[in-house]
């Protein structure tokens, strides 16, 4: 029988099966703890653990992370590490330093199916789920690897946001304990408004987060209309924007923040002249509550797309403001090592053949100025 890696549990799954060990429930706090607040992988380092608890333990059940394939250093502080999960795969997670808080990205898939135009990890295809043990042991490496580099038993990640490789609502199963682990007071004690799911528009999968693990959610949207956000963000001929912000208002009768996130990846001449603009402000004014963050496009060969420049993007965010949507403009991190948002490809062994399915004509939009 194989050993069981205990990074896939969170709190309840890991007592459950310390009952089936013949165990009380409390030592899978000690456990837990062990895991995550020290990052310890080696039973016989959990001291206060029943000498006999260590030893079946170490016997039927391991702690494994994920191997590190390459780290990469940006000028500016940003840390990417590409993970081997087997089979030819491998995904990518980055920590984004900054002066008030540690943001680690994390992925949820080895590749994606969605197929966003300007997104590089959708271009590489699908492959597979990441597990549960695969999504946390992402979060439980860069945590204690950072922390021995600063040589701090303080908390070092303090946000964590779910917008690596693949569209995380899309492997909800594992997803979801993953999220458990990181809020757990026991394990990462991360706040629910600084955990934050990234999603396509997934919406029954919307619903269902709503009440199972409401965290803090940002919707790619990345246009106004139906039609621009068809060729965009395919999934939207199966959730189009009327259904998608209908579910992001359920989602926040229960949400820890008051706002959903919009993401809106700027594209010059495709979705960032000023009536395109209006077109937004229509859209989302007095619909739902919201913050728009403005996305740099980060090019890559086989997108046939361009950054929208500067002005356009200061124009763009102009509009927005003066109605009144709060608008930020992301800085771009990490670029220089291709850790930038939507530059995480990783090593995916597609199952999709996403080189022929992606291979389009240009995307088609009536040009505003």
């Not at 590409?82 to 990518?92: I, Y």
């Not at 690897?145 to 917008?163: A, K």
């Not at 919307?206 to 803090?216: F, S, T, Y």
Request: glycine share 6%.
């Amino acid at each position: 029988m194989d050993a069981v890696n205990l990074l896939g549990f969170d709190l309840p799954g890991l007592a459950a099966y310390c009952e089936q060990l013949g165990e009380k429930k409390f030592r899978a706090t000690q456990l837990f703890r062990w895991i995550h607040q020290k990052g310890a992988s080696d039973f016989e380092q959990m001291s206060d653990l029943a000498k006999s608890l260590r030893e079946k333990l170490a016997g039927r059940a391991l702690i494994r992370g994920l191997d590190v394939i390459s780290e990469h250093v940006s000028a500016d502080g940003t840390i990417k590490w590409l993970f081997d999960v087997g089979a030819g795969n491998a995904v990518e997670a980055v920590f984004i330093p900054e002066d008030d808080r540690g943001t680690l990205c994390i992925s949820s898939q080895a590749g994606c199916a969605v197929g966003c135009r300007f997104c590089s990890t959708g271009h590489q295809g699908f492959s597979r789920n990441l597990t549960t043990a695969e999504i946390v042991a992402q979060l439980w490496f860069a945590e204690h690897n950072l922390r021995q580099r600063q040589n701090t038993d303080e908390r070092v990640i303090s946000n964590v946001v779910m917008m690596g490789m693949g569209e995380p609502l899309q492997n909800y199963d594992q997803l979801v304990p993953a999220l458990r682990t990181m809020l757990d007071d026991h394990g990462y004690g991360l706040s629910r408004r600084r955990v934050t799911v990234s999603t396509s528009g997934v919406v029954p999968m919307i619903d269902r987060l709503r009440e199972d693990c409401p965290v803090a959610l940002a919707v790619s949207l990345h246009a106004p209309t139906d039609p621009l956000r068809d060729q965009l963000v395919p999934l939207n001929k199966k959730y189009p924007i009327a259904e998608l912000l209908d579910a992001c208002n359920r989602y926040l009768e229960k949400a820890p923040r008051d706002f959903i996130t919009f993401e809106y990846c700027m594209l010059q001449e495709v979705n960032d002249a000023p009536e395109q603009a209006r077109e937004l402000v229509k859209l989302l004014k007095h619909r739902v509550n919201c913050k728009v963050n403005l996305i740099p496009f980060n090019p890559f060969p086989a997108s046939g797309l361009v950054r929208s420049t500067n002005a356009r993007v200061q124009a763009f965010a102009v509009v927005l403001v003066q109605a009144g949507i709060v608008t930020t403009v992301r800085k771009t991190r990490g670029d220089d090592i291709d850790a930038a948002c939507g530059q995480l490809a990783g090593e995916v062994q597609d199952r999709t053949r996403a080189h022929i399915r992606m291979v389009r004509a240009p995307v088609t939009v009536a040009k505003s100025t």
